[in-house]
């Protein structure tokens, strides 16, 4: 079996074992990246029902991403395995629409080191993540900016940024 079916096969594993523990989302995104890269990722998200620093504006909410990804550019393709925890601010509003702001970081696996003209130094990587999103009853609307890189961890490490426009159906 190759690396590609490797990475499915793990992937349908965590997610069926991830809808055990009760998952809460679904998540599809696209977005467009250095060296003229697109990127599209498929996800499952969990939240967490405890909130933090709640006041009359809003609270602080965890949640974790699992997610598989393809990164296209005209050089080279690759496909990638992550995870992030990443905490929400969501902002009370009356009614059903709740903006939110979100950060994460977490880790990173990719079956190239390289992808356009950024050679990322490792399969290992990074990726810390800056968003904001507005949930609508079962809905989500988002838009992230991304940076993914081995963190200094070996050379070279040119780092990749990327945005991506994301849509997320809570269950």
């Known amino acids: 079996m190759g690396k590609r079916q490797w990475i499915v096969a793990l992937f349908g594993c965590i997610v069926a074992s991830w809808s055990a523990w009760g998952s809460s989302a679904l998540v599809l995104s696209a977005g467009h990246g250095s060296g003229s890269t697109d990127v599209l990722k498929l996800a499952v998200q969990k939240h967490f ?12 909410y965890a949640k974790q991403q699992l997610w598989v990804g393809y990164w296209n550019s005209d050089a ?22 709740h903006p939110y702001v979100e950060a994460g970081f977490g880790p990173v696996y990719l079956s190239g080191d390289s992808i356009g003209s950024k050679n990322l130094g490792s ?5 810390s993540r800056f968003g904001i999103g507005l949930r609508v009853r079962h809905h989500d609307i988002s838009a992230r900016l991304t940076h993914t890189s081995n963190g200094g961890l070996k ?7 990327s945005w991506e426009l994301g849509y997320s159906y809570h269950f």
Do not use: I, M
Not at 52 to 59: E, H, I, P, Q, T
Not at 85 to 95: I, L, M, S
Not at 123 to 127: C, G, L, T
């Open 49 to 60: 029902s405890k909130s933090w620093l709640r006041s009359d504006v809003g609270a602080l």
């Open 76 to 97: 080279n393709n690759l496909w990638s395995v992550g995870y992030a925890p990443v905490a929400e601010y969501r902002f009370f509003t009356q009614g059903y629409w």
């Open 123 to 127: 399969h290992y990587q990074f990726e």
């Open 155 to 161: 050379d070279p490490n040119d780092g990749f940024d």
